[in-house]
């Protein structure tokens, strides 16, 4: 059973390293910044009886995440553990600017190596949350929610899957598109056809989706329509051949292409930009499903979408059922910082820099 799965039922309060499978290298200082190093080892000859409060914080409203992991990471390498006193928030916690998210008491030395790769945890994990959420909030902005399949899978190293996977899971999207994605809270990744399998069969689209639901006849059958830029044209010929089969057909055309549809009829042109996935196409789209009794496909578009490109088609009630959004999700915009603020009880930091207490952070078993 996944630790999520103990985490959801009660049963354990916080993910571990069984979850994170940390590179031990992290124990010999390999990921620590050398002045991190150098430091720990000055404080343990010079003053191993003082006692710190690091604090934690960023300059954004955000969707915190990256504490359990983060909490993981002090269990498991800090020396000492058991000398360290530590208060978080929870993965999932709105955050507002200079919000304490995380502190940390005890002797420097036994933690302070760790200060930038907590740093560097917090700002992936809640970037790609908060990236996620207001993607996902933008996709209900017509009074429906609209899935988002996360598809970050081509935007980054393929080692941050995990990790982008799970912070995208926080923040609200639990349709993804690799295994890797899944594995710290879910199953299995998801997924229809690329441009790919549409070349190998020559460009025919109803061939290549035969194919795909011959294989793999227990998923929902969805068509990937834009290979041969004439969208309805395509949609039309897999709805015919399949029916009530076909769940659903995705449009992900590139932003410099202008789909066949608008040259057979360029009278509506002229007030829009034409090119790549844009609101008419998939109004025209729509109406033609409709037209022929095909209510039952959903739409599903891809190819560039970020928060206020979705929010424009919401605001429009453009009939899109499925957003598929990768690289803007993945943008690190939200920077955390730590800064050791008390010594021994009593306020000692860089200038500009206090104790901020938050009574929402909870002690860490």
Known sequence: MKEIELKLQGKIKRLTNKTFKFDERIREGWFSAVYFLKTCEIVESFKPENIVTMQFFQKSDAVFCGSDEAIALIKTFAKDVDSLEIHSLKDGDKISPFETVLTIKGPYQNF????????????RRTSVATNVYNVVKAASKSGVQKPVIFMGDRDDHFAQQAG???ASYIGGSTAQATHAMNEWWGKQGMGTMPHALIQIFNGDIVEATKAYHAKYPEDDLISL????????TDALKVAREFGETLKGVRVDTSRT??????FR????LGSFDPRGVNPELIFALRKALDEEGFHHVKIVVSGGFTKERIEQFEEQKVPVDIYGVGSNLLKINIGFT????MMNEQHQAKAGRIYRHNPRLELVE
Do not use: C, H, R, T
Request: hydrophobic letters at 40%; aromatic letters at 14%; zero cysteines.
């Open 225 to 232: 329509v834009d290979y041969n830029n004439d969208v309805i």
């Open 265 to 268: 009829n360029p009278d509506v």
């Open 257 to 262: 292409m202008v789909d066949q549809y608008f």
């Open 164 to 166: 982008d996977g799970y």
């Open 338 to 341: 730590g800064d050791n603020v």
């Open 112 to 123: 302070g190596f760790l200060e930038g790769m907590i740093d560097g945890i917090l700002a």
